[in-house]
């Protein structure tokens, strides 16, 4: 774990650093690392905006600020004042005006789905259909494997939006997509690295910082969603998480035994890095 103390603040921005876990993209620990970093070339007080924001407080001891889905999250310990806070976020503007920017680029570059709309899973291309149904009906999802065609059936009543049901029923099918090609590629390369005794569980869960983790007991657990990646990169978390089953860390022998495992794996890196968010999905009905 690090700390950094921007000067002059009563509180600090803690950052975390997740040691055997591959980021999704930046958390918004790393976002407030960022936002320190920007303290010594902060705009004037007077020319800033307090931009709209969500407060979540908590026994945490320190300010936290974060982006997601287009809006500023604040995280705070519960003794901290509402003074406090908003002279944090004025203080870091330039900060979070560049992250509501960033964020907005990346949901507009998020796999857009609606009735005819055309994804890429595992290397093929698939379309999906998009049906209403009558009331009486069940919402459900059917896909035929020979067309590459997912056909979602929804109904409109009930307390969910519409939306919503897509998405659950859209994850419950990908789960099933990723967990065949995952599952046989994981077991095929922890046999070939010698590792296949130490393999306990796989796994598959969605989370929203988190393509691949690998417990200390030798789980593996995966985020379906990666198979909206390109397969190279699918083949990369795969490694990466066996790799781990050996070295618990992100050591140099880790990587090391990544390259021979992945000799791909910096190209695979960098799109995680830096595209990972075209491996997310909005419902656009
Ligand atoms: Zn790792």
Redesign the pocket.
Known sequence: MRETNPPQRPMQVKCTAA????PLFCTPEQRATAAAAETATAQPATEKVLPGYALTRSRRKTLCLGVEDGQLIVRAPHYASINDIESFIIEKQRWVTKQLAEDTRRQQEKIRLFDGATFQALGAEFRIEINILGAALRSRIDACMEHKLVTLSLTETGAQRIEDKAEKLFRRWLTSLAAPYMQRATRQLAAATALDRTLGEIGFRYTRSKW?H?TSAGDIQYNPAVVLAPTTVVDYIVA??VC?LRHRN?SRA?WRLVEKCCPEWRTAEHWLRHNGHRAEFLFCI
């Open positions: 040691a055997e876990q591959l691949g690998c990466h998480e781990h992100h880790f």
